[in-house]
């Protein structure tokens, strides 16, 4: 007898395809990819709002073994990055394995069969040997609470659901929020609009993006004849200079005091660089510690918010009214459209799914102290349950895509094992995990994430998000291990 595991996976952004990708690359065939929207994507498939791109050189946000010649900028935009993900899903014949339009409500886990037992928003029941949750960490935009809100008249949206429909052009525009999203788009909408009122409650760090001149424009022109440009070494070696970038950085994160000034020298000389008026350079000034919230590349948003039409808000908003934000400075700001720059439910993982383990043990409860897995991946009790980009495997520094390749072949590792061995399922050892969460959550107490307040912590203060090291580190270690595993070989009941 063999058996062959059935494989399911919920979500098509990234990681699902990762996970996806990595078992039809090693001949398993067996899976289904289920995403509760109509379109692949995930994060790049929602974010369409002005100015959306990645933070992260696109020779590295991109699969390693799918390089693309064609990237038109060296930081893709939002629409280049979908368009990759559709031709690497198309051209690796994945997409007669997904289905779109299908929510998981929840999953449970039956011992006696060993089976998963996945009920959909359609009422359908799906069953999978193996279930491979790829969520996100943030696909579930926030919005504040905010008295008023709900009376406010013109146009509001979050920042993830960006509402096409609304003309800009010389609007009266408040931006709430001064994070990742709303330093994209205040510099792609400020010419157009009327007036920016930018409500900010903490000024980012930010270093230069390095968008085409960090290599002299002679390089840069050669690298640029479509010739060389296809030549895989260029992109290779592009990847490599920007892996070791990024590695550095991480080392100042991690609590290298010395790499850590020259981030914050570097951040500090491109603000001043860049802001000549005394008094936005002081609101432009963040106040804790660089890197406790996510570092933030652009070389577009100080001179933006340097022009005449916008202005920086620094007291906080009391409530909305049906045409303005008012302050808890008294002062009201009429305004047309409100666009809610206010991130994602990181720390929720995989809320709002309702799932169960052996013994109808509830993921919600084992997480009420905050989330927490084996290398992200694996729950004790909760077996051939592998979480893609699961708790503590953000970085604050790197791709993630590298970290979704690294767990992608954890979970293909596994399921050979299953295959292999003729095992019905497998669960990671409790005290394999708890030494495992000990060891990581002592390392981030010394890394500067605990330094102040982020969607990187949980209200206990626990780091949930990220990776306490470097990239390299976790692609060392992310190897399926059957010592770290209780095996069943034989079902209790059949
Ligand atoms: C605006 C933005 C910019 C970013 N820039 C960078 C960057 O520069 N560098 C970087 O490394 N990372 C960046 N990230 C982080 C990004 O989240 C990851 O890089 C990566 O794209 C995550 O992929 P994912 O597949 O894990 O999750 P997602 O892309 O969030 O995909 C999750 C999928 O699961 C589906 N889903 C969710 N719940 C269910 C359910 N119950 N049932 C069915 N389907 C479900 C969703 O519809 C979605 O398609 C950015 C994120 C955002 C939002």
């Known amino acids: 007898m063999t058996r062959t595991p059935s494989v399911l996976i919920v979500g098509a952004g990234f990681g699902g395809l990762a996970a996806a990708l990595e078992l039809k690359r090693h001949g398993h065939h067996e899976f289904t990819i289920i995403d509760k929207a109509d379109g692949l994507g995930g994060v790049w498939r929602d974010n369409t709002y002005p100015g959306a791109a990645c933070d992260a050189p696109s020779d590295l946000y991109s699969f390693s073994f799918e390089q693309n010649a064609n990237w038109p900028k060296r930081f893709a935009g939002q629409a280049d990055i979908l368009a990759y993900m559709h031709d690497v899903a198309e051209r690796n014949g994945l997409m007669d394995h997904i289905r779109f339009g299908i929510e998981v409500a929840s999953a449970d886990f039956d011992a006696d069969s060993g089976v998963w037992r996945v009920q959909t928003s359609t009422g359908e029941v799906i069953e999978a040997d193996v279930f491979v949750p790829a969520v996100g960490q943030l696909s579930r935009p926030v ?52 007036s920016l009122t930018v409500f900010q409650r903490s000024a980012p760090w930010i270093i230069p993006k390095f968008e085409n001149y ?64 005394p008094e936005l350079l002081a609101k432009m000034t963040p106040d804790y510690q660089a890197g406790c919230k996510r570092g933030l590349m652009a070389s577009n948003y100080y001179p933006a918010v340097g022009q005449p039409n916008v202005h920086i808000e620094t007291s906080h908003i009391e409530k909305i009214t049906p045409n303005a934000v008012v302050t808890d400075d008294g002062v009201s700001h009429p305004v047309d459209v409100i666009v809610y720059c206010t991130g994602f439910a990181a720390t929720q993982f995989l809320a709002p799914m309702n799932i169960h383990g052996i013994g109808g043990k509830s993921l919600r409860e084992v997480w009420s102290d905050g989330a927490r897995a084996y290398y992200g991946l694996a729950v004790p009790h909760f077996p051939n349950m592998f979480v893609m ?24 590792q596994a399921v050979e094992f299953l295959k292999r061995k003729k095992a019905f399922y497998v669960a990671v050892k409790p005290e394999v995990e708890q030494s495992y969460d000990a060891e990581i959550q002592k390392r981030l107490e010394k890394t500067v994430w605990t330094k102040c307040s982020s969607w990187y912590r949980e209200a206990s203060g626990r780091v949930v998000a990220n990776w306490p090291g470097k990239m390299s580190e976790y692609g060392k270690r992310t190897n399926f291990d059957p010592k770290d595993y209780d095996v069943t070989r034989q079902l209790a009941v059949g």
């Open 389 to 412: 980009y699961g708790p503590n495997t953000n970085l604050g520094s790197g791709s993630i895509i590298y970290m979704h390749e690294q767990q992608a072949r954890y979970v293909r």
């Open 214 to 277: 960090y290599i002299p424009p002679k390089v840069a022109a050669l690298t640029k004849l479509p010739v060389v440009n296809k030549l895989p070494g260029i992109h290779r070696a592009e990847r490599l200079g920007w892996w070791a970038f990024y590695e550095f950085v991480t080392s100042g994160l991690e609590g290298n005091g010395k790499v850590a000034d020259f981030l914050t020298a570097w951040a500090t000389s491109h603000r001043e660089s860049q802001i000549d008026d």
């Open 143 to 194: 919005m504040p609470t905010i008295e008023g809100m709900a009376s406010f008249r013109g146009a509001s949206f979050h920042s993830a659901q960006w509402n096409h429909d609304v003309d800009l052009t010389e609007k009266r525009v408040a931006i709430v929020g001064t994070g990742a999203s709303a330093i994209q788009i205040i510099p792609a909408i400020q010419p157009k609009v009327g």
